[in-house]
């Protein structure tokens, strides 16, 4: 289906009265300097209303989850001072007090050295939040939806982590984003595969996030197996 902005980039369904433009990435993970001397910078996406709003909590948590790791990073760190303010004006109350409980110094499968401390997360909804900008940037760059049942796998990489050795496949790829101190990212079809997809997705210029994807039109048993 051609991009004509008519269509839901994450139903594809025809957009009517309840149309919304999606950003990619999401809004919320720009500090609000930032959104005030870049807003034109964006890059948005048409959805429904709905579809749109579906995602709002999981962004939220992705954003108060991760920052707090990657603190050295001076986009994060002004995004994660503006949580920390809401918090303090007693807003976003219940989603901190979440982040801040996911932080252990006992962890039952393995003993902790002194003075360090465990951070765990929800994966499934950091997941679904980079699955989300995958198919945006996908939309953004060929036009076409991504249907959300297409086989993917997501993988991250903290900094100073290795990455894989496929992510050399990018390395001849231009980086993309616009204001890259918060997001930019790579990407690579390769159509001897099946139309295999790579995208390396770029967070504040600590976080790698890597996902392999099967193509907008696959018809494999994995990519069907939700239609049954």
């Known amino acids: 289906m051609a991009n004509s902005g008519k269509i839901c980039y994450l ?45 709002k909590d999981d962004e939220g948590y992705l954003v108060a989850a ?9 986009a994060a760190f002004s ?8 918090y303090r004006e007693n807003k976003n109350t219940g989603l901190l007090r979440r982040v801040l409980g996911e932080w252990d110094r ?19 909804r950091v ?7 995958v198919r945006g940037l996908h939309y953004l760059e060929l036009g076409r939806v991504l249907p ?6 997501i993988d991250h990489r903290w900094p100073g982590a290795p990455l894989p050795e ?4 990018l390395g001849v790829e231009p980086s993309r984003g616009k204001i890259v101190e918060v997001f930019a990212y790579r990407f690579r079809i390769f159509p001897e595969v099946g139309s295999m997809q790579y995208w390396a997705l770029y967070l504040w ?3 790698v996030f890597l996902v392999a994807c099967h193509a907008h039109d696959c018809s494999c048993k994995e990519c069907l197996a939700d239609d049954d």
Not at 127 to 133: A, D, E, G, Y
Not at 166 to 169: G, K, L, R, S
Request: with cysteine; hydrophobic share 35%.
């Open 148 to 153: 959300e049942r297409v086989a993917c796998h």
């Open 66 to 74: 991760l920052l707090p790791s990657i603190m050295d990073s001076p």
């Open 205 to 207: 210029e600590r976080l």
């Open 127 to 133: 997941r679904r939040v980079i699955w989300k900008i």
């Open 79 to 86: 995004r994660l001072n503006e949580l920390f303010k809401s």
């Open 11 to 55: 139903c594809g369904g025809v957009l009517g009265k309840d149309r919304s433009r999606d950003h990619v990435p999401p809004k919320q993970f720009f500090a609000t300097q930032i959104r005030k001397t870049s807003s034109q910078q964006f890059d948005t996406v048409p959805c429904h209303a709905k579809c749109n709003l579906a995602y």
């Open 106 to 124: 006992n962890l039952p499968e393995m003993e902790l050295p002194p003075g360090i401390v465990a951070k765990r997360f929800d994966g499934d």
């Open 166 to 169: 496929q992510h050399i496949y």
